[in-house]
Antibody, heavy 123, light 108 residues
């Protein structure tokens, strides 16, 4: 059974870089699928952050966050990460990692999600 | 980017009611639309993909329809376990980015 688990600091200072990791168990992420980050600010809806394919050969980022986002992949640890630079209070959110429903590149929904991890941006 | 607008924002209904949620896209997304159920403290759960396809394991009282710019999620007979917020999401174009509706909270 494939599972996703987010981890990382729960508190980040303004202007610093937010770093989260998603550990994938039960499947080698280098074999396929787009791996995804999504967030939900308190009291608001869901926002797609970005998607990366397999070991990072192809990626897409939310245009509104593109200048601040990178999503590195560590295939040796079966993990993918989120790096969001120059954070502000507006980046306070529950951050989820997720997976595309289909293993090959294409237009599809997200069928597997982690439980989410809360990140607060505050000094 | 493609804007997704859901209505209503909140819906109050009784057990056994037929419930319909609407999602409108600011431009055509063909059938590249999903519906998710999100309960507090839990990960969102995929209900419907490609506008009308029921995800494996999802109860058959959930159904989706529509294409282009207008879509609906229907719960044929509302159950207490359906208390949640429901989101639509389009995945039409990578260049535009994937976007979600603002959510519809269903109260029993």
């Amino acid at each position: 059974q494939v599972q996703l688990q987010e981890s990382g600091p729960g508190l980040v200072k303004p202007s610093e870089t937010l770093s989260l990791t998603c550990t994938v168990s039960g499947y080698s992420l280098s074999r396929g699928y787009y791996w995804v980050w999504i967030r939900q600010p308190p009291g608001k809806g869901l926002e797609w952050i970005g998607s990366i394919y397999q070991s990072g050969s192809t990626f897409y980022y939310n245009p509104s966050l593109k200048s601040r986002v990178t999503m590195p992949v560590d295939t040796s640890k079966n993990q993918f990460s989120l790096r969001l630079s120059s954070v502000a209070a507006a980046d306070t959110a529950l951050y989820y990692c997720a997976r595309d429903r289909l293993p090959h590149p294409g237009k599809t929904a997200f069928d597997l999600w982690g439980q989410g991890t809360m990140v607060t941006v505050s000094s | 980017d493609i804007q997704m607008t859901q209505s209503p924002s909140t819906l109050s209904a009784s057990v056994g009611d037929r419930v319909t949620i609407t999602c409108r896209a600011s431009q055509s997304v063909s059938s590249y639309l999903a519906w998710y159920q999100h309960k507090p403290g839990k990960a969102p759960n995929l209900l419907i993909y490609d506008a009308s396809h029921l995800e494996t394991g999802v109860p058959s009282r959930f159904s989706g329809s529509g294409s282009g710019t207008e879509f609906t999620l229907t719960i044929s007979s509302l159950q207490p376990d359906d208390l949640a917020t429901y989101y639509c999401q389009q995945y039409y174009s990578h260049s535009n980015g994937w976007t979600f509706g603002q959510g519809t909270k269903v109260e029993i």
